[in-house]
């Protein structure tokens, strides 16, 4: 009898670790074809240089984050969004930005923060949106067409999240493309980019298997340039 119950217990233990192991490989495999698939659906409408980028995209989706990090320096994902904004709408490339970010709680802001950094260079306020309800990079892209009534328009972040924007956007039939900002160095950047990949694989879960909404849509406020 303890022999059988031996071989059983045996048998029980291959068997999890077999299922485990699929269930990791399965995992690992899904990841990486969701990064795949996000990255190579956007890297052919994806620009970094100011007098290669079409110029017949008048707004620019201006991706928020915050301006300061939680040790209290400068972000660097920030002050380089600002800077590819900026440039691009001193080049004439665009005519309009939307800002989109995050107003969780009354100190924190991203939209206005983005907004008094691009009017500190030089962009006219006339000249800028506030996108109170860009929770997720989701809401933002899906926003700019439901609630600011854009179906074609320029995206700005740095590479990796404007890779993940332009995916939302094709699911959403958007006539997009996007700029990427410059990337901060290596070090600097490591804990973001690996988050990045888990981000990526919501998003394809978000779109395709749970068909996951924004949170917020509201009144519609078409912007006509």
Known sequence: ????????????????????????????????????????????????????????????????????????????YFEYRINAAVDLYKAGKIKHIIVSGDNRAENYNEPKQMQKALMSLGIPERAITLDYAGFRTLDSVVRCKKVFGQNKFIIISQNFHVERAIFIAHKYNLEVIGFAAQDPPEKYSLKTKVREVFAKTKAVIDLYIINKKPKFLGKRETIKI
């Open 1 to 76: 009898m303890n022999r059988t119950m031996n071989t059983l217990n045996n048998i029980k233990k291959l068997f999890f670790n077999r299922w485990s192991i699929a269930c990791v490989v399965l995992l690992g495999a899904f990841i990486f074809f969701s990064n795949w698939v996000i990255i190579s659906s956007a890297k052919e409408s994806i620009y970094n240089s100011i007098s290669e980028t079409p110029d017949e995209n008048k707004v620019a989706l201006l991706l928020g984050t915050s301006r300061y990090t939680l040790k209290g320096t400068t972000n660097l």
